[in-house]
């Protein structure tokens, strides 16, 4: 099972570059959510979505641009990357409310802006 | 808005021995859940242990337990009989019932060393 997978797992950019983080996940999940890790402070979140065609801005979505075309795919894109983007991001999915609670994460992508 | 707040950076435990994360949130909330989340050093996110903010029982899972006190706003993470495979980064997570998304809020992480 493959469960959340993210591509790529590493990434180094120049400060200005553009780059699309692409998270797939093949359990039928309705929520979609994109977090990112910085050290001492846990994960926050930067968007998510709750069901095809449809997101919304989480904790810090300053920055960042996200789609949702297909229920599987939840894409996060950083138009003009800096370096306060330099982070590991983390994508995740759960079913929406009434089935379960439990979110399923992928591996994570460590991104370095230069 | 919550709240989560893990206050102990760092712990280091014997192997066999016992260990216990803390854990204080800050809410208006009276339905939630709340998770334990372990980090290991391949990055890889893996729920522990969950408790319904409803429910008096406090959640066991193997050698993983809890102690929740909803008045005090506490949910403290006991880990027994401690093994290597239990060095890690643990997180403390809190999720409103009900709410859209059902949106996790990380505490800044607890890092546990196991030593033989």
């Known amino acids: 099972n493959a469960g959340v997978t993210q591509t790529p797992k590493f990434r180094v950019l120049k400060t200005g570059q553009s780059m699309t983080l692409l998270c797939a996940q093949d359990m039928n999940h309705e929520y979609m959510y994109w977090y990112r890790q910085d050290p001492g402070m846990g994960l926050r979140l930067i968007h998510y979505?709750?069901?095809?065609?449809?997101?919304a801005k989480g904790e810090v979505p300053d920055g960042y641009n996200v789609s949702r075309l297909k229920k599987q795919n939840f894409l996060l894109g950083l138009e003009s990357a800096a370096p306060s983007q330099t982070s590991v991001y983390f994508c995740a999915s759960s079913y929406s409310w009434g089935l379960s609670t439990e979110a399923f994460f992928g591996q994570g992508t460590r991104l370095t802006v230069v | 808005a919550q709240t989560v707040t893990q206050s102990q950076p760092e712990m280091s435990v014997q192997e066999a021995e016992t260990v216990t994360l803390s854990c204080t949130y800050d809410t208006s909330e009276n339905n939630y859940y709340l998770f334990w989340y372990k980090q290991p050093p391949s990055r890889q996110m893996i729920l522990v242990i969950r408790?319904?903010?409803?429910?008096?029982q406090n959640a066991t899972e193997n050698r993983f337990s809890v102690n929740f006190q909803k008045a005090a706003k506490s949910f403290s993470l006991k880990i027994s009989d401690s093994q290597l495979g239990d060095t890690a980064m643990y997180f403390c997570?809190?999720?409103?019932?009900?709410?859209?998304?059902?949106?996790?809020?990380f505490g800044g992480g607890t890092r546990v060393l196991v030593k033989p």
């Open positions: 997570a809190f999720m409103k019932s009900r709410a859209a998304g059902n949106k996790l809020t």
């Open positions: 979505s709750v069901g095809e065609g449809t997101t």
């Open positions: 408790q319904e903010a409803y429910k008096q």
